[in-house]
């Protein structure tokens, strides 16, 4: 593929140097949910990027002392973590023709979360999206980039190498991966920044995370796309996937709050249908994800407050609201809402700007 080609990176000497991001993590509005090929998405998706639930990656890098085997070495919280070495070498492997100097330096990479390791909030978004923009920095500080853009599109590709939704973690407010006639310039291979084209209602939305199951996820994403490739309703929920993007670049751009939550709810419910519709099938919603669904809709329908709801592939809540309303919001939550949470905990983050490099 021509795209693919101009990401390969020429040679340039080894040498030594260091390089941090700060990546955030980002919440699908319409969901990524099937892929082929080298992750390649079976529908286009659109995600609010976050501000504070990021990973921060410091990368240390010198030219390789002993001519064996590619290797690295790799911190999390400050502790040796074999259990993430697989990934990792699996995305190394992935990458390792667009980013062939990898190969000759030794790599020391450590990484913390902002968020709880254990609140089962993925972090494969905001971790694979800070070690590509690390990563990509030996690249700038080799040989350089053409411009921005183009880092940012390689950054994003390498990303979405490691996990899909990841190549939507790299800018902010919003991003867009998929090929799809409602955006300019999108690409299946790189996420595009969705900046101009929205209301100012969005740059500042609430979004404040549920923790109502600190566990593992049940279904890995690698399964959960799998499940998608003999779907009954697979062709259904592409198709609609396109219409969904058509229809919330319009809202994005008016501001219609009405329809946004209508479209938000319906892209998180669908993705769990789906879930609960495939072979094998999945529950992945608890009772209380039900419960605090419930309450969300009694609250609109009192208050006539724009507060709704998106959901991961987990059972965890994520509250979206304009930052206006967040005194009369965060009320309700901690009355009526942090009860349902896991030892009561809930996150509250909102729409950012993107990855920093520090
Ligand atoms: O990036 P992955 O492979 O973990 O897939 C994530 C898929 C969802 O989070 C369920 C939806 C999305 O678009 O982020």
Known sequence: MTIEKEFIASTFPAQEGKAS?????????????????????????LSFTLANCAT???????????????????????????????????????????????FEHDLTISSTNS????????????????????????????????????????ASFLARLGSGSAARSIQGPMMSWGETKAIQGSSQEFATCIDQEIHPIFRTYQDTILIIDKGQKKVSSTLGHQLMENHPYATARFEQAHQHMTRLMAILAKGELDDFMQLVELEALTLHALMMASKPYFVLMQPNTLAVLNKIWDFREDTKLPLCFTLDAGANVHLLYPEKHKKAINTFIASDLASFCEAGQYIEDQVGTGAKKL
Not at 21 to 45: F, R
Request: net charge positive.
């Open 115 to 154: 968020f709880p390791h254990s609140s089962g909030i993925a972090s494969s978004a905001s971790s694979m999206s800070a070690l590509a923009l690390s990563l990509l920095s030996i690249e700038e500080q080799g040989v350089g980039f053409a411009s921005q853009e183009v880092f940012q599109q390689k």
């Open 56 to 102: 921060t990656t410091h990368l240390q890098f010198k030219p390789k002392e002993k001519d064996n085997q590619f290797s690295f070495s790799f911190l999390f919280e400050g502790k040796e973590q074999p259990s993430f070495h697989p990934k990792m070498e699996a995305f190394f492997d992935r990458i390792k023709s667009f980013c062939p100097y990898l």
């Open 21 to 45: 991001w700060s990546s955030p993590s980002n919440i699908a509005l319409v969901k990524y949910w099937g892929k082929y090929g080298k992750q390649l998405p079976q529908n286009p998706s």
